[in-house]
Nanobody, 123 residues
Framework: QVQLVESGGGLVQAGGSLRLSCAAS????MGWFRRPPEKEREFVAT????????NYADSVKGRFTISRDNAKNTVYLQMNSLKPEDTAVYYC????????????????????WGQGTQVTVSS
């Protein structure tokens, strides 16, 4: 069983930055998802186990950066130029799958989930 714990959420003004952290396992591909108010959970970003491959949702490309420090067993999501529409509960997730035909953007490809951390962007 893999336990994931997110931290770093909070309230920030539009245009500001936040960095989310997730205590994770170095053996898994990791992803960040978010659930905006009254919407379904959606893909944000993913990173391979060695950090060499990343993928982003179009809505966050150029603003968010996913990274990992396997020595610290931690995955990060640096969020810059935040917008009110980025307001959501953010979840980190771990995938043990070796292959994906979706670029690891689908929720069903992830085996373990954190409890989520709230990010609120005020206008």
């Amino acid at each position: 069983q893999v336990q994931l714990v997110e931290s770093g959420g909070g309230l920030v003004q539009a245009g500001g930055s936040l960095r989310l952290s997730c205590a994770a396992s170095r053996n898994y591909r990791m992803g960040w998802f978010r659930r905006p108010p009254e919407k379904e959970r959606e893909f944000v970003a993913t990173i391979s186990s060695n950090g060499g491959n990343t993928n982003y949702a179009d809505s966050v490309k150029g603003r968010f950066t996913i990274s990992r420090d396997n020595a610290k067993n931690t995955v990060y999501l640096q969020m810059n130029s935040l917008k009110p529409e980025d307001t959501a509960v953010y979840y980190c997730a771990a995938s043990s799958r070796r292959y994906s035909n979706t670029g690891y953007t689908s929720l069903i490809e992830y085996d373990y989930w954190g409890q989520g951390t709230q990010v609120t962007v005020s206008s």
